[in-house]
């Protein structure tokens, strides 16, 4: 972390390491965004299309279950292109989807992803970010989950003599 430090001070995980116990205890969360009001984030903004349609096709899955007028709103919502068409289609306010992450190491484990959200921004715009949760329960998850990775991963190294002997 202390290159990280020097480097870029204002990255998070220089703030995660020093968080006090029991804000960490709390959770945080870490948000990247694509969109901030009108101005499309230079750094970011190239992963607009790819995460505005998995945000569109989990929006379609949360109305799959049959109810009438769904499948026209599921047209509706196919051919959507902008964030304003897409809020408004919501009519609900502010919303956020999550993307499931399966889980390798325990089968049957959907781990919450990344949040998706999509805020209205005054006057005009929005902020649509990417967004992580940071709490206890989900770091011993992803914990679990990388712990098991890399005893695989190890495994396929002796395997096949990947350490150089």
Same mark, same amino acid.
């Given at each position: 972390?202390?290159?990280?430090?020097?480097? !870029?001070?204002?990255?998070?995980?220089?703030?995660?390491?020093?968080?006090?116990?029991?804000?960490?205890? !709390?959770?945080?969360?870490?948000?990247?965004? #694509?969109?901030?009001?009108?101005?499309?984030?230079?750094?970011?903004?190239?992963?607009?299309?790819?995460? @505005?349609?998995?945000?569109?096709? #989990?929006?379609?899955?949360?109305?799959?279950?049959?109810?009438?007028?769904?499948?026209?709103?599921?047209?509706?919502?196919?051919?959507?292109?902008?964030?304003? *068409? #897409?809020?408004?289609?919501?009519?609900?306010?502010? @919303?956020?989807?999550?993307?499931?992450?399966?889980?390798?190491?325990?089968?049957?484990?959907?781990?919450?992803?990344?949040? #998706?959200?999509?805020?209205?921004? *005054?006057?005009?715009?929005?902020? @649509?970010?990417?967004?992580?949760?940071?709490?206890?329960?989900?770091?011993?998850?992803?914990?679990?989950?990388?712990? @098991?990775?890399?005893?695989?991963? !190890?495994?396929?190294?002796?395997?096949?003599?990947?350490?150089?002997?």
């Amino acid at each position: 972390v202390k290159w990280r430090q020097l480097s !870029e001070p204002n990255d998070p995980v220089w703030w995660i390491d020093r968080l006090p116990p029991e804000a960490f205890a !709390e959770g945080f969360g870490l948000q990247t965004p #694509l969109v901030n009001g009108q101005l499309k984030v230079i750094r970011y903004y190239a992963y607009f299309d790819m995460a @505005f349609g998995l945000m569109k096709e #989990l929006i379609l899955k949360m109305l799959n279950s049959g109810l009438p007028g769904e499948a026209e709103a599921a047209r509706a919502i196919h051919g959507m292109a902008t964030l304003d *068409e #897409l809020y408004e289609a919501w009519g609900k306010g502010d @919303f956020w989807v999550v993307s499931p992450c399966r889980s390798v190491a325990v089968p049957g484990r959907v781990m919450e992803g990344t949040r #998706l959200t999509i805020q209205r921004k *005054e006057p005009m715009g929005f902020e @649509f970010t990417i967004r992580t949760p940071g709490t206890p329960l989900r770091w011993l998850e992803y914990e679990t989950e990388f712990d @098991f990775l890399w005893r695989q991963f !190890e495994a396929l190294a002796v395997k096949h003599d990947l350490g150089g002997g």
